[in-house]
């Protein structure tokens, strides 16, 4: 990782950049509602896929510059992290990712519909498709795991954060659900030293949250 990297970034503030074996990311925070958005790279090959096009149309552009991207994955239907996805598009011919489950939320068409399991491709990189069922119908998580095992990282959108899990708007099924998927996709199969770049916000890791599980769970939200 970059000694520079924190995950803490400001909008109207630079984006900060991680280099990894493998993968470059990019993170910048867009919008009243502070959203990331992150730009991921094969450092082998160039190309480029882009994580919530999320707002400020000419900020995202910027950030892309000359990146060759050729994927656009949109973590779930909730407007504040598609506000820009139809401008990133046209500007790249991108094609665009996201959940069925979420897909008609989405101010363009789904050109490639993904399910649990399912994995994405940047490049000579893979990213491995979590379905977390709670924040939307749709949401999903994407897993990238580094070639010689000292690296995971987890795009988690909303559905989990530093001090817990995506709102769910006081609905019980609704947090259950949730919590049972972010525990069961996550926390069991991932490493402590996973590291969480969620939807908005600072990052973390797996281990720094999992003492909290149970507290989550108790409290409900």
């Known amino acids: 990782m970059s000694q520079q990297y924190t995950g803490d970034v400001e909008v109207g503030g630079p984006p900060q950049r991680r280099e990894l074996p493998g993968l470059t990311v ?10 990331d958005v992150y730009l991921l790279t094969s450092t082998a090959t160039g190309e ?3 994580v ?15 990146a060759d991207v050729r994927t656009v994955v949109t973590t779930h239907g909730h407007w504040d992290h598609h506000r820009a996805l139809a401008d990133v598009v046209r500007a790249t011919g991108a094609q665009t990712v996201a959940h069925p489950a979420d897909a008609g939320d989405l101010p363009v068409p789904v050109t490639r519909p993904v399910e649990h399991g399912d994995t994405v491709e940047v490049g000579d990189q893979v990213l491995e498709v979590v379905h977390l069922r709670g924040h939307t119908p749709g949401s999903i ?3 990238w795991r580094g070639a010689d095992g000292a690296d995971t990282l987890v795009f988690t959108g909303d559905s989990l954060f530093p001090g817990g899990v995506g709102n769910t708007q006081g609905d019980s099924a609704r947090f259950t659900s ?4 972010v525990e069961q996709r996550l926390f069991d199969v991932l490493p402590d030293d996973t ?5 908005h916000g600072a990052d973390t890791t797996l281990g720094a949250e999992r003492p909290h599980l149970a507290e989550w769970r108790a409290r409900g939200w």
């Open 52 to 66: 919530d096009a999320a707002a400020d149309p000419a900020a995202l552009l910027a950030l892309i510059g000359d």
């Open 48 to 50: 480029s896929l882009l």
């Open 26 to 35: 990019t993170k910048l925070a867009v919008s009243e509602m502070a959203n």
């Open 195 to 199: 590291w969480v770049h969620p939807g």
């Open 178 to 181: 949730l919590i049972d998927d």
């Open 141 to 143: 998580a994407l897993v």
